[in-house]
């Protein structure tokens, strides 16, 4: 059992360290709640929480920060006092870009999902997923747009390449974005529309022209084909739909692992940053630059450095480039592209390695070193 006399005796000790604490010219400002949960074991609860400089400093009760608030000559703000508090939560690993593209469209995958855009209830067999995809296909309306679906796995909904979209859809244009995000596959009218030839597809690995189908750095040619998917607009909203998650979720810190996988870092930075910035909820966004995006623009791993400090220049409160940096190596894991140890895969195939060894010998060096 907790004993509320070591209870009182922390908070009367956190503000005794915070009074004793360098004065900064930030404004201290104490919230009551009708109940702040702090996750931490030693004081579970409490009733309020003092701010400064965008720190906390102190927590309690209104009644035992009070002598903070007189040496610091700051305020008490009772906005909460009849809400929860809680901490906000960190989610280590997410890329912001992607729900803002792939939220443009329906979702249609093994798993459930609820969205800002809707539910989308999953489909695990071959027939379900073809039968929930042709009611999707026919509700899409705009001609100078491919239907595109996320969610497509082959372990659940079975092998489908062009020649299959081909028989099920027709002149319609279809692509299907792969559970993973790593592939896409596109019928013979969806490569048309959006002028993708196989002249296009002589990469050394990451395509199969006949099959339709494009995956790791085979997305290269597909792309900068998709720029629709890029305009302010549409990209906006499905920022807005991305931070509407995070806000649901409780999530306050997310970190970006992957900034640049379009092929326009900057352009995707200021689209990011400008629907953070208009998103009435606070969030902080950290972005993590990924070696592929300056591999495939021929950037030296001392200009790539450049590059990125040049961007932290523009860091703010809700938007920031840190300083990490991604070393993308193999293939994604729900693609079954990435390099595994013996014995392998079950099946004989093996991964994908995405980044020459030289080239990530070059770039590890540079960022390792000046960090």
Known sequence: ???????????????????????????????TAQLIRTMEPSLPTATA??????LIVAVGSEASLTPLVKAREGKVDRQFAE????????????????????TQFPFLAPDDWSLPTGEFPGETTPQGY???????????????????????????HGKIWRQELNDWFGDQPVML??????????????????????????????????????YENGLKAVIPKLGFLFAPER?????????????????????????GVYGNPTAEIAGVRAA???????????????????????????????????????????????????????????SGLAQMGPPGYLDGHKGVWMVPEPALRAYAEVFCGRR
């Open 130 to 156: 073809r039968t929930r995809l042709t009611e999707l296909a026919a509700q899409h309306t705009d001609p100078d747009v491919p239907f595109i679906v996320w969610g497509y796995h082959p372990l659940w």
């Open 276 to 334: 953070a910035d208009a998103y009435p909820v606070p969030t902080r966004l950290i972005l993590t630059p990924i070696i592929l995006d300056f591999l495939t623009r021929e950037q030296s791993p001392t200009d790539a450095l450049a590059e990125i400090r040049h961007w932290q220049k523009d860091n703010d409160d809700r938007v920031s480039i840190g300083n990490h940096f991604k070393l993308m190596i193999d293939g994604a894991i729900f």
């Open 49 to 54: 929480v003092a701010v400064e400089d965008g």
């Open 235 to 259: 990209f906006g909203r499905g920022m807005f739909n991305f931070l509407a998650m995070l806000h649901q979720a409780g999530v306050t810190t997310a970190l970006d692992m992957g900034t």
């Open 177 to 214: 974005w792969h559970r993973s995000f790593h592939e896409l596959i596109g019928n013979d009218a969806a490569w048309n529309l959006l002028g993708v030839t196989e002249e296009d597809a002589p990469i050394e690995e990451g395509v199969d022209w006949e099959r339709g189908h494009f």
């Open 1 to 31: 059992m907790v004993n509320r006399a070591a209870l009182r005796g922390i908070s009367l000790v956190l503000t005794a360290l915070a009074l004793l604490s360098p004065l900064t010219q930030a404004e201290l400002v104490v919230y």
């Open 83 to 102: 809400q929860i508090i809680l901490p906000g939560f960190i989610d280590p690993h997410v890329h912001p870009a992607l729900p803002a593209v792939l």
